[in-house]
């Protein structure tokens, strides 16, 4: 075969096709019974706390480590079973980061991509250098292409990383973490390149930190926690508090931006840590009514939510942004068009509600048409516009526990959480 | 431009250069003989096969047939006998050895530290000059009492005993490949050798010979001066057949390095990137080391161990020529080249002849401090 010429592949395999990969350096296992595949015109996202085994998949992928068990496929290939000349023709990846020790030209590292495509003594031929120029105008690096790579910054150079991968042009694309030091322009720019690259028929495995990001330009998640895959498919079906908790150990709200439509996720921290009965936020997990209006009600909505409780709201007024994170939170809610008065059926809706719940959390001061719902509560905890979360979740907590009843801990803390709300309506 | 026109262009000023220090350096010496008359002798020396004839089947160790080739010689210009003689048969093979010897070390020296991605590495780092010194002291302490007639390619056959040069020269090429190929599998486990273990088990290894060549010294006795001597590199008493020797392995293991010059240029990037970008990684570097470990040893085999060629010389040219060891390996060989014949021009045309390491040194040291403070190192 002459050096440039396509590889031969089979059309309908998998670009990447990975099962049941075990992976251990020594005797610790750092992921086993991963299955993933990337097919043309896929972009699918990695996702995962730190030290998941993001990078470690990639590398396994790329042939750089060995698994102790399971495959992976290239083109229906092995990876095993290929030359670094013939993995370097089917995938090309970037890199997280990259220590280049001599000051070569951003030109000449972009140039290192077309190493898999010429034989030993051949000079760059027209083809060559046009898959340079494309890589470079695409990931917008010509500006400075005559650079030395140890003179741009670290932006700069993840691009020129990215250009070195595209004018290998390999059908499947490997990016680990590729807009992890990039700044928000070109962040963006990164992926929809990417995502352009993809819906030409290329296929792409990306580590992503962010998750909005990911949400926005994946068409498949793979979530990799606790030494595997721990949860797969759409970005809609995969990143839910549900997941994101046992993921990442986080509280995490999973909303939908108003600017794409797409999940847009907010973590909070955990404050389990300071719980004194040393019991976990979860395992507290309570039927709550919320009651309240704008965004501090949204904020609290989001933050229960967060932290796992089962939510109803109302009554709030339609299209309130209390409304807009309920509904993303999946919570039942009672609403009612802005500035009318509120019919009796529902009122008595939110009252029902309001009845069936552990507690009602009644947000900002004045209850307006609300009050019968507050009055048809077992317990009533108001909070204040701007109560920390962790008072939030610390007044929810205790209002449930028998003992933790006027807890001089809690109250200490400050002025946002006021008790006997009952008494001060009536 | 194309990389390797670059190179051409920048390798075609470095070889005119090369020449012109070897006919200045050709001129110098006890007998100042005119650049013009150095000329005419080494074109006087040249000859050209008129002939082949072959002979019987050879009885030799390779059963090759003998071959008779005749020679002729196409120039003849007037020129002194004495400065003939002084030209052609002593100054000129210490020349061209010093030139191939400073040719492989600066050869070498680019490799390594491209290799080891080390602005610090030079040929001696994975043992090669400490296995070269300990074979050297080893033979000159304990001479092997024993006469081997090898069958080198163009020299022909070489008798090799107690007496002669040649044998030291044998037990440093040895040692020095030893060393290297220990270091090697120290650092080898399970098909992968890493730099950074590699690094270490060099200095393993060199710290070691360096106890075995101390305590070899106080063994020494009347021998020690010529330890001394040889430790410090020397180039005199070269001889025509140890430059045909250096000159059958200097030049190929040269061209296999420079045929992997791009592969070396991917390595900086760091093995697992040069994987990725289609580098037989494992398999280049097994290249890459036996081809510096073979050119260093024929290098240090015959003029002992020369520090800072295979240092300095790489960084000078990296400077001028940037970092592509398409570009970068053969100046600085050629450069490496001409830098040698210079120190040994000096070492020998003093009142007393000094050992060519101490004139390397003493101008390399200087060097690498003016690097250090000049920002370069630091960066690299």
Not at chain 2, 102 to 118: D, E, H, I, P
Request: glycine share 10%.
């Amino acid at each position: 075969m002459s050096p440039g010429a396509p590889e031969p592949s089979d059309r309908d395999a998998p670009l990447v096709d990975v099962e049941d990969l075990a992976v251990a350096f020594g005797d610790v296992s750092v992921v086993s019974g991963v299955d993933l595949r990337v097919d043309r015109g896929d972009l699918v996202g990695l996702v995962g706390p730190n030290g998941a085994g993001k990078t470690t998949i990639l590398r396994a992928i790329k042939g750089t480590i060995t698994p102790d068990a399971g495959s992976v496929r290239l083109d229906g290939e092995a990876v095993a079973d290929l030359s670094a000349r013939q993995t370097g023709r089917r995938v090309a990846s970037v890199p997280q980061e990259t220590n280049l020790a001599f000051d070569f030209r951003v030109r000449h590292v972009v140039e290192m991509g077309r190493t898999p495509h010429l034989g030993r003594f051949d000079g760059h031929g027209a083809d060559d250098e046009r898959a340079v120029r494309e890589a470079m105008d695409a990931a917008g690096v010509s500006r400075f292409s005559d650079r030395p790579i140890t003179a741009v910054s670290g932006g700069e150079r993840q691009r020129v990383l990215l250009a070195r991968a595209l004018a290998q042009e390999t059908p499947a694309l490997l990016l680990d973490e590729p807009t992890a030091s990039l700044d928000v322009n070109h962040a963006v720019e990164t992926l929809e390149l990417v995502r352009d690259l993809v819906d030409d028929g290329r296929g792409a495995l990306a580590a992503i930190h962010d998750l909005d990001a990911a949400a926005r330009y994946c068409d498949e998640l793979v979530v990799v926690a606790n030494g595997g895959v721990h949860a797969a498919g759409s970005p809609e079906d995969v990143l839910t508090a549900e997941t994101l908790r046992a993921a990442f150990d986080a509280e995490a709200f999973v909303g939908r931006s108003p600017a794409t439509g797409e999940a847009a996720v907010t973590a909070f921290a955990a404050v389990d840590a300071d719980d004194p009965s040393g019991e976990t936020v979860q395992s507290g997990t309570r039927r709550i009514h919320v009651v309240g209006s704008g965004r501090d009600a949204a904020r609290t909505i989001a933050r229960l939510a967060a932290a796992g409780h089962d939510l109803s709201v109302g009554v709030v007024p339609a299209g309130d942004a209390a409304a807009a994170v309920a509904a993303d939170a999946g919570a039942a809610v009672v609403s009612a068009p802005a500035f009318e008065p509120v019919d009796d059926e529902t009122l008595e809706a939110a009252v029902a509600l309001a009845s069936e719940a552990d507690v009602t959390v009644a947000v900002g001061g004045d209850a307006g048409p609300n009050a019968p719902v507050l009055a048809a509560a077992d317990r009533v905890v108001s909070v204040d516009g701007d109560a920390t979360d962790e008072a939030v979740l610390a007044a929810v907590r205790e209002s449930g526990s028998e003992s933790g009843e006027g807890d001089p801990e809690t109250e200490g803390r400050g002025p946002p959480i006021e008790r006997g709300v009952r008494e001060a309506i009536e | 431009m194309h990389a390797w026109t670059r190179s051409m262009a920048w390798s075609a000023a470095l070889a005119a250069t090369l020449v012109a220090v070897m006919v200045v350096s050709a001129a110098i010496g006890p007998v100042t003989i005119p650049p013009t008359e150095v000329l005419k002798a080494v074109v006087n020396a040249l000859v050209v096969p008129v002939g082949v004839e072959f002979t019987s089947l050879g009885g030799g160790p390779l059963l090759l047939p003998g071959v008779d080739v005749a020679y002729r010689s196409p120039f003849a210009f007037p020129v002194d006998d004495v400065h003939r003689q002084i030209v052609v048969g002593v100054r000129l093979p210490r020349i061209l050895l010093a030139a191939l010897v400073g040719f492989a070390l600066a050869a070498a020296g680019t490799v390594m530290q491209g290799f080891f991605r080390n602005p610090m590495a030079d040929p001696s780092i994975i043992g090669v000059s400490s296995g070269a010194a300990t074979g050297a002291v080893a033979f000159i302490v304990f001479p092997v009492a024993v006469s081997v007639t090898l069958p080198l390619p163009i020299v022909g056959a070489v008798d090799v005993g107690v007496s002669d040069g040649t044998g030291l020269s044998l037990f440093a090429f040895v040692g020095a490949l030893a060393a290297a190929f220990g270091v090697y599998a120290i650092a080898t486990t399970r098909g992968r050798t890493p730099v950074a273990t590699l690094l270490l088990a060099g200095v393993a290894v060199q710290t070691f010979l360096g106890a075995v060549i101390s305590y070899l010294q106080l063994q020494a006795g009347e021998s020690l001066r010529r330890i001394v001597a040889w430790l410090m590199g020397h180039l005199s008493g070269a001889a025509w057949s140890d430059v045909a020797v250096t000159a059958a392995v200097v030049p190929p293991l040269f061209l296999l390095l420079l045929a992997y010059a791009r592969d070396l240029n991917v390595l900086l990037l760091g093995e697992e990137e040069a994987r990725g970008l289609g580098i037989a990684v494992e398999r280049t570097k097994r290249i890459l080391l036996g081809a510096s470990a073979l050119i260093t040893a024929a290098g240090v085999a015959f003029a002992g161990v020369i520090g800072f060629v295979g240092l300095i010389v790489p960084h000078m040219l990296r400077l001028v020529v940037g970092p592509d060891h398409r570009v970068l390996l053969p100046t600085a060989a050629l450069a490496g080249g001409s830098f040698l014949v210079a120190a040994d021009t000096v070492a020998r045309s003093g009142s007393t002849e000094l050992p060519v390491g101490i004139v390397t040194a003493a101008v390399g040291a200087p060097f690498f401090v003016y690097l250090l403070v000049n920002r370069e190192v630091h960066e690299l």
